[in-house]
Nanobody, 123 residues
Framework: QVQLAESGGGLVQAGGSLRLSCAAS????????MAWFRQAPGKEREFVAG????????YYADSVKGRFTISRDNTKNTVSLQMNSLKPEDTAVYYC????????????????WGQGTQVTVSS
C-alpha cells in the first residue's frame, strides 16, 4: 500500500515557475514507477511526465517537453515536478501516481493516486 500527497500548487503568471512535490508513505517506494498527470475542467486526465524506479528513465508529454522536469529521491520517498515557462493551458489539477509495472501513459496502469493539487496559470 502506498499513500501519496501532493503539494506546491498555486497561482502563477504565464512564464513563471512552480515546483510540485509528492510525498509517498508505505513500503517499497523505490520499486514503483512514478508519474504526474493533470486534469483540466471538462477534459480527461492526461499523462504529463513519468520516471522509472531508478530515476534514470524519464518520459514527457510533448506539450511539456523542454519546460517540465520530473525527478525522484528514493531516500526521501519523494517525486517532484519542476515546471518552467508555464502557460495558461497548463492550468489543471495535478496528480501524482504510482505504478508497479513501469512508466506508462495510460492512467489505468497506475495503482495509487494522490488527492491532487491545483495549478492555475494566469495570462
Amino acid at each position: 500500500q502506498v499513500q501519496l500527497a501532493e503539494s506546491g500548487g498555486g497561482l502563477v503568471q504565464a512564464g513563471g515557475s512552480l515546483r510540485l512535490s509528492c510525498a509517498a508513505s508505505g513500503r517499497f517506494f523505490s520499486g514503483y514507477a512514478m508519474a504526474w498527470f493533470r486534469q483540466a475542467p471538462g477534459k480527461e486526465r492526461e499523462f504529463v511526465a513519468g520516471v522509472n524506479w531508478s530515476g534514470r528513465g524519464t518520459y514527457y508529454a510533448d506539450s511539456v517537453k523542454g519546460r517540465f522536469t520530473i525527478s525522484r529521491d528514493n531516500t526521501k520517498n519523494t517525486v517532484s515536478l519542476q515546471m518552467n515557462s508555464l502557460k495558461p493551458e497548463d492550468t489543471a489539477v495535478y496528480y501524482c501516481a504510482a505504478a508497479d509495472v513501469g512508466v506508462a501513459i495510460g492512467r489505468n496502469n497506475y495503482d495509487y493516486w494522490g488527492q491532487g493539487t491545483q495549478v492555475t496559470v494566469s495570462s
